[in-house]
């Protein structure tokens, strides 16, 4: 069934075609080499290894959704979000193309493997949020889920999640809606 959604390798000229301005596609790919990285643009592309290893990415992506909610006992843990990861995940994973994602507004994201389980756009970009983090924590009476001032990837941008590009260019072929309602 998944053949049916990947009909076929794609062109990468023709991806770059049916991204619009500002969008920007990109894609993990998982091999028994390591993992990389693949970010294209409607003027670029680019691919890097990420330093990140398959089984490091597993316990990232574990210990984020840990810090997010777990169970404990029956009982529905909620921990302060787990700042330090999110951003060392985010330097290993797309740190070599953090100036090109500044000017990007829509980022159509594939993920793979445990990348699948963790919504990116709960990544964080920036340090100096952190450390003002970090700073309220020492005050007296400090809220630990008080994240105002995290530049999260998601944040100024849309995050779509597409299965390939085939796909993604299938999508983008089908004509707009005309419903005169919204859904």
């Known amino acids: 069934r998944y053949v049916a959604l990947g009909r076929g390798g794609v062109e990468l000229a023709d991806l770059q075609a049916k991204l619009r301005p500002g969008e920007a596609y990109w894609q993990l790919i998982d091999t028994l ?6 970010l294209i643009t409607p003027t670029s592309a680019k691919v890097y290894r990420s330093p990140q290893s398959r089984r490091q990415l597993n316990e ?8 997010i909610a777990r169970s404990d006992q029956g009982q529905v843990i909620t921990d302060p979000f787990d700042l330090e990861r ?11 193309i953090a ?8 980022l159509i994201v594939e993920p793979d ?20 983090y970090q700073a309220r924590q ?42 005169r309602n919204a859904y």
């Open 33 to 38: 080499a390591g993992l990389f990285g693949m």
């Open 60 to 67: 990232d992506v574990r210990a984020i959704r840990d810090s």
């Open 86 to 96: 999110s951003y060392g995940l985010f330097q290993r994973l797309m740190g070599p």
């Open 99 to 106: 100036s090109e994602l500044a000017a990007v507004k829509h």
């Open 113 to 132: 493997g445990a990348l699948l389980q963790l919504p990116l756009s709960l990544l964080i970009t920036d340090r100096a949020g952190i450390d003002a």
């Open 138 to 179: 020492k005050l007296a009476g400090a809220d630990e889920f008080d994240f105002r001032g995290i530049r999260w990837l998601g944040r100024g941008r849309q995050i779509s999640t597409a299965v390939g590009p085939r796909s993604f260019l299938d999508v983008r072929a089908i004509a707009p809606s005309r419903a």
